[in-house]
């Protein structure tokens, strides 16, 4: 850090207003004609609208990848701006997509629903655009390529890309690659497949929601865990381990399609009441006075010694996987 | 504000206040148009992007006034760790350095830094007023931490103490809303003149409660609850300092701050080393290179003309020719 020399160098020492009245005027000139106000606009809205935990980075990510897309020669942040083929050789330029898919998955939470749901079909329009030569080209490798559907859109994301993104956003969210893995077992499609939307978002958003669960469960974890040592009584954890089980079963009702969180909102379905009866049932399961009593009732009896976190981690995951459908 | 995401109902203009993201757009446009002509150049977007990545990644405060370092939480860890890292070598060597030595240091890095923070901040680490008394640098920098970090908590926390030990019922503790730096000083010279023998000081039970309450309204950050009410269940009576320095030790404030290493970690980092080794090299090969062609690219030509080079220079022949000796740390000031 010592090394780098800083920008950040040259301020007036405060109390030392150099002629303000007069430059005033040519600083918003300035502003204005660099377009520095909707610059900044633009960049408030997506913030606000993703919420993110850390806006710092997310305003650093924001405007970082504005300014790689100008400097791509791209022209603007347009979402729907076709890729440059120039120079650039196709893994390269499929690697940019999928950055730049990734990077509008990552744009809103996705209990923010619309703003996500938005970002995701921009984020699929992107790894769908596939041209014809592309295609031909290196990307088919399964005995019946996607590229035999129509050649704007290509017909759906190819599963290959599909499951790329699915481990980014699972790494990216903090869960390790062995908790995923089964998870992503049951999403996956072959990659020759033309994965068609509603199987992107479902997976997208399977993945997006496990990674929240899974950073909870580490907490959850956590809060078991005795201070100071490193591991959690086993009895505990399964107490816990019971409690959260018992919540998923009854958020999940008969209607096994969806993956049960308290954070999944509720769909605009006719039992929509029903569901959300449910939620609050379930969310009133995993309560803290809940939790409290079957720690406690654990703590005299059950098994003895205790759990490290990853086996914790595993069994929580594995109760969220179970729910989620095959996807084939 | 870790639970933001999980928690949609935070209005947006709450959200933007929690997230101190206006200060930094304020400071990003003051600083844009401090030097409109050089970023032009390279687009605005550029500059953006390249202020918030080093707001991101902390090295933003590197010579920066006072009040910026000091304006968000963020900020002050952000300086704490340059601090730490720019300064390692010193506790490396072992060197034992004076109150007004480290104060030079900071300085080198902040040039308006107050010294009365660099005061508070070595009473904490030796419990002791006399100007050239000596700390290593491990013990003056959780010290600082904990005094930069949670200035006007602390700052509450004298008064209160002062209060109590005046003999006034803390039911009529006022703490003030906000205190100045400046009345610190002779306030706590005062009171450390009467030579604090053990049994000095407060009630630590009285002290909890009173801090307890003090959490409760004070908008500033706080250390945890936990390791405060820990350190004063230990003892019958307690003092301020004595309690600060506890606090300073205590890792679990460290932790929370969150960018420091563990006291035994504090020193080892050996891709630092071999970082510093090469620019030490670069600058006594050639002292008058101003170049470094990295992702900031042309960006960089804006800082050749900032005086903080100068300061670049001077720390860091420091740090080559006098290696122990600090009688040059004393004189490089002023």
Excluded at chain 1, 139 to 155: I, W
Excluded at chain 2, 264 to 274: F, K, R, T
Excluded at chain 2, 306 to 326: C, F, K, L, Q, W
Aim: aromatic residues 8%; glycine residues 6%.
């Amino acid at each position: 850090m010592a090394d780098k020399e800083k920008r950040r160098s040259g301020v007036n020492p405060p109390g030392m207003p150099a002629g303000k009245a007069t430059k005033s005027d040519s600083d918003r000139e300035f502003l204005s004609q660099a377009g520095v106000g909707d610059l900044l606009r633009g960049a408030i809205l997506k913030m606000v609208e993703a919420r993110s935990d850390d806006p710092i980075g997310f305003l650093a990510d924001h405007f970082c990848n504005l300014a790689s897309v100008t400097a791509a020669g791209l022209g603007g942040c347009g979402d729907e701006e076709q890729v440059n083929t120039g120079t650039v050789s196709a893994g390269a330029q499929e690697q940019q997509r999928l950055n730049r898919a990734l990077w509008h998955l990552r744009l809103a939470h996705h209990s923010q629903r619309s703003a996500f749901s938005n970002n995701v079909r921009v984020a699929y329009d992107l790894l769908n655009l596939t041209g014809p030569q592309t295609c031909a080209g290196e990307f088919s490798e399964g005995p019946d390529g996607p590229c035999t559907d129509s050649p704007a859109g290509g017909g759906g994301v190819r599963g290959g890309l599909y499951t790329q993104t699915l481990q980014c956003l699972c790494s990216e969210g903090g869960v390790p690659a062995s908790t995923s893995a089964p998870l992503l077992r049951r999403l996956h499609c072959h990659d020759h497949e033309a994965v068609p939307y509603d199987v992107f978002r479902h997976g997208v958003l399977t993945c997006a929601v496990f990674s929240d669960y899974i950073r909870q469960a580490q907490r959850l974890y956590a809060e078991v865990c005795c201070p100071g040592e490193g591991t959690a009584s086993r009895a505990l954890c399964m107490a816990v381990l019971g409690t959260l089980k018992e919540a998923l079963e009854t958020s999940q009702g008969s209607d096994s399609n969806y993956c049960a969180n308290a954070n999944t909102k509720v769909n605009s379905c006719p039992e929509a009441n029903v569901k959300a009866i449910r939620y609050l049932e379930a969310s009133a399961k995993i309560s803290p006075c809940k939790l409290a009593q079957a720690m406690a009732g654990a703590q005299t009896r059950g098994p003895g010694g205790n759990m490290d976190a990853k086996e914790f981690e595993n069994a929580a995951a594995e109760l969220f996987i179970t729910r989620v459908k095959v996807v084939s | 504000s870790r639970m933001n995401r999980l928690n949609p109902t935070v209005p947006a203009d709450q959200y933007l206040a929690d997230s101190n993201v206006l200060f930094y757009l304020n400071d990003a446009v003051i600083q844009l148009l401090e030097h409109k002509e050089e970023y032009n150049q390279f687009g605005v977007i550029r500059y953006f992007a390249e202020y918030f990545s080093s707001v991101k990644n902390s090295n933003h405060v590197l010579f920066r006034e006072f009040n910026y370092i000091q304006a968000t939480p963020h900020n002050r860890a952000s300086f704490i760790r340059v601090f730490w890292k720019c300064y390692r070598q010193i506790g490396k060597s072992g060197d034992l350095l004076s109150m007004l030595e480290y104060r030079s240091l900071l300085q080198l890095l902040c040039p308006d830094f107050p010294v009365v923070l660099v005061q508070s901040a070595a009473r904490i680490a030796v419990m002791d007023d006399t100007i050239d008394c000596l700390m290593s640098f491990s013990d003056f920098l959780y010290a600082f931490q904990l005094q930069f970090y949670y200035q006007e908590f602390l700052d509450c926390v004298l008064v209160i103490y002062q209060d109590l030990l005046a003999g006034k019922s803390p039911n009529t503790v006022i703490v003030p809303t906000s205190t100045s730096i400046e009345q610190i000083p002779s306030v706590s010279t005062e009171e450390n003149n009467k030579e604090e023998r053990p049994q000095d000081g407060v009630e630590p039970s009285t002290l909890v409660e009173c801090i307890d309450a003090l959490c409760d309204r004070s908008k500033h950050s706080h250390p945890p609850r936990s390791c405060m009410r820990e350190i004063l269940k230990q003892t019958d009576r307690i003092s301020y300092y004595s309690f600060l320095m506890s606090l300073a030790k205590q890792e679990a404030i460290n932790q929370t701050i969150g960018v420091l290493p563990s006291k035994a970690e504090l020193l080892i980092d050996p891709e630092m080393d071999q970082e510093l080794d090469k620019l030490i090299a670069q600058i006594v090969v050639s002292p008058s290179s101003n170049s470094s062609s990295s992702a900031v690219g042309g960006l960089k030509e804006v800082q050749k003309k900032a005086s903080p080079r100068r300061n670049i220079h001077h720390r860091r022949r420091m740090e080559v020719e006098s290696d122990g000796s600090t009688e040059e740390t004393d004189s490089s000031e002023n």
